[in-house]
């Protein structure tokens, strides 16, 4: 899964979070779990997010229960990693 907030340095084997999550340092699991995150749809949680977002045009925004329910769409109804 690719954030749109990360950035990952091969080189030094390094992951970077551009707005400052984690210290700085993300693992794969705290991208996944980032209430920030801003990539590929993990599951369904994020597609309902993207759906509401796009036919509102982000005139409303996410609030702690609509995270909830992401989490939980997103747990309960993942999507499959595609191999890289």
Do not use: W
């Not at 979070?17 to 994020?46: A, F, Q, V």
């Not at 796009?54 to 595609?82: D, F, H, I, S, W």
């Amino acid at each position: 899964m690719s954030c749109t907030h990360l950035t990952v340095y091969k080189e030094q084997k390094k992951r970077f979070c551009e707005i400052g999550k984690y210290e700085g340092t993300p693992t794969e699991e705290d991208c996944g779990g980032c209430s920030e995150y801003s990539g590929p749809s993990r599951g369904l949680g994020d597609t309902v997010k993207n759906v509401i977002s796009k036919a509102t045009a982000g005139k409303v925004k996410p609030c702690a229960p609509c995270q909830k329910r992401r989490e939980a769409l997103n747990k309960m109804m993942g999507y499959k990693k595609k191999e890289e």
